[in-house]
């Protein structure tokens, strides 16, 4: 097996009285992809915001267990967020490039972090288009607006801006239901290349891209986490009644 | 004998080629156009008026445009009388893009702070004490920098107080509702998403605002500070009351200035229909409606660009 990346122990998320997820336990494994799937409103999405702290900015949020990324509980108050936000990628399910550049689209975060050297930064646009498989596609027109871009270029963009402040983590929040087939195939190619440099977490509604794309599956059902296996056994075998209902579309 | 039977059939034929749904269409198509054609018919008809009035005095031959333009004396009862509309212009300008500047930044920050900052106290107590700001008319804006704005001045600085800050300051209150609410719908017309976008990649609060959301949503700004000064050039009376109408370009904030409002609203009362003065009056009044034209025009570019 290989390493942890990180894990959660007993994490609860509350909006207010709500409580949205109920006690998870994951471990992480890096380098490898965990799909989470379950129907609507389970807390698959919550889960996912609250692994880089993005529940931090919504009212009324509340977060109790222990995340832990190479030890260190990023919960924790003494947790620099601006630091662990850029260990952690983040792209949506509705592309949201920013209304600039393509070029500085991606070099938007680095200079964040401090790049201000124009090779440096030119260096880091290419490499990170080019890990995207979008640098063919964009290098003529750099500095051309990147909301030109077609729904699906516009989504690798966003990938290719989360990667480009070189986080360890990619978190997905279903980050190809929003777009046509084609696109769709591209995104699953990329999730299967990136999976070499990056641990991905990837929340999906659609069953097949999880076992497609995924190593591990997480099952989840009205904030419970149900099941947590290899996808292969998931998919094939499931301990759990309601994780084969769900996978045999019996309901969800 | 047949004329009544042919007539009755004639009416019977109308019903059927003019059913009611189709007379109804045609009444609201009627008052639509009417309504359409006396706005049109008045718009063009102030313009006309304006402009007849306005260029009679170059047509005439009595004072050349450029005269107008770049003089910078104006004593209409002179011998010559001398028409040199330059302190006007500058004054309007000066004030205009003062209170512009002044008023900016406040309104920006206002907007910022509601919707990003604290939207929920901005909602409630914020937008409408600005509204409210709003709706007060200008001569109570001139009343209160009269008595209030005025005597700082000449508290704080040498001279009258009366003068181009004075006028900048009251006509700054005066726009910051409008720069405030464009901006404000500016920033709550945001694609959802961009936020998180850049709070994801590590940015703080800050940085997202000033780096992401202000470049974002730039030309929507400009578009609240166009209209804004704008609504600055136009008004008249606030500015009268504080300015000190001294028709002389002026040469420091403090000292006392005019505008093409303010001098239009102060001599019109003396001057008769017709005559020199009367029609450079008229004058002014066409730079003012062409001002008014290069400001939507700038609106409308910005508004374009704020669409891509």
């Known amino acids: 097996m290989s390493d942890t990346a990180f894990y959660t122990k007993d994490l609860s998320v509350f909006y207010g009285e709500k409580q949205a997820i109920k006690k998870v336990s994951i471990t992480f494994p890096e380098r490898q992809v965990v799909a989470f799937i379950g129907p609507s409103g389970?807390?698959?999405s919550t889960f996912l915001r609250s692994l880089n702290r993005m529940n931090d900015v919504i009212p009324g949020a509340r977060v109790e267990g222990e995340i832990r990324i190479g030890g260190r509980d990023i919960n924790d108050p003494s947790t620099d967020v601006v630091r662990l936000r850029q260990k952690i990628g983040m792209v949506w399910q509705k592309p949201n490039p920013f209304h600039k550049s393509i070029y500085e689209?991606?070099?938007f975060g680095p200079r964040y972090h401090g790049v201000k050297d124009k090779r440096n930064l030119d260096e880091i646009v290419e490499s990170s288009l080019r890990k995207t498989a979008l640098w063919d596609e964009v290098k003529d027109r750099l500095h051309g607006s990147a909301l030109a871009l077609s729904g699906g270029q516009q989504q690798r963009l966003c990938i290719a801006?989360?990667?480009a402040v070189q986080p360890s983590i990619l978190l997905m929040d279903e980050p190809a239901s929003a777009l046509d087939p084609v696109s769709t195939a591209k995104i699953e190619e990329l999730i299967a290349e990136l999976k070499r440099d990056y641990s991905i977490v990837i929340v999906t509604h659609n069953m097949y891209q999880a076992a497609r794309v995924s190593d591990k599956t997480a099952f989840f059902l009205m904030g419970d986490l149900i099941e947590y296996d290899e996808t292969q056994k998931m998919f094939t075998n499931p301990s759990n009644r309601a994780t084969d209902d769900y996978i045999s579309g019996r309901f969800g | 004998m047949n004329a009544p039977v042919r007539s009755v059939e004639a009416a019977g034929d109308r019903v059927a080629r003019f059913p009611q749904h189709k007379r109804e269409e045609w009444i609201g198509r009627l008052y639509a156009y009417a309504c359409v054609a006396l706005l049109v018919v008045t718009i063009f008809s102030i313009v006309w008026f304006i402009a007849s009035k306005g260029l009679t005095p170059f047509v005439s031959g009595a004072i050349r445009f450029s005269d107008l333009l770049f003089g910078r004396v104006w004593k209409p009862e002179g011998e010559p009388a001398l028409f040199g509309a330059l302190p006007f212009l500058a004054g309007s300008a000066y004030v205009s893009f003062l209170?512009?500047?002044?008023a900016s930044p406040f309104g920006f920050c206002a907007a910022v702070f509601m919707t990003q900052i604290a939207p929920k106290l901005g909602r409630t107590v914020l937008q409408p004490a600005i509204e409210l700001l709003a709706g007060i008319p200008s001569v109570v804006y001139g009343f209160v920098?009269?008595?209030v704005i005025v005597p700082f001045l000449r508290e704080v600085f040498e001279g009258q107080g009366y003068g181009i800050l004075a006028g900048s300051l009251v006509l700054s209150i005066m726009i910051l509702p409008t720069i405030t609410s464009i901006a404000t719908?500016?920033?709550h017309t945001l694609p959802a998403g961009l936020k998180e976008g850049s709070f994801a990649l590590g940015a703080t609060r800050w940085q997202t605002i000033y780096r992401l959301i202000l470049p974002t949503t730039l030309?929507?700004?400009?578009?609240?500070?166009?209209?804004?000064?704008?609504r600055a050039f136009g008004e008249a009376l606030a500015v009268q009351m504080v300015i000190g109408n001294a028709p002389f370009v002026p040469t420091s904030l403090l000292q006392s200035a005019a505008t093409l409002t303010s001098i239009i609203t102060l001599e019109m009362g003396n001057t008769i229909g017709g005559s020199l003065h009367n029609n450079t009056l008229w004058s002014l009044a066409l730079i003012l409606l062409m001002m008014t034209f290069l400001f939507v025009f700038a609106v409308r570019f910005l508004e374009r660009r704020a669409k891509r």
């Open chain 2, 99 to 102: 209170a512009a500047a002044i």
């Open chain 1, 42 to 44: 389970c807390g698959k």
């Open chain 2, 145 to 147: 920098g009269l008595s």
């Open chain 2, 219 to 230: 030309p929507s700004l400009l578009t609240g500070i166009v209209l804004g000064i704008s």
């Open chain 2, 185 to 187: 719908d500016a920033l």
């Open chain 1, 161 to 163: 801006r989360s990667i």
């Open chain 1, 105 to 107: 689209n991606i070099a």
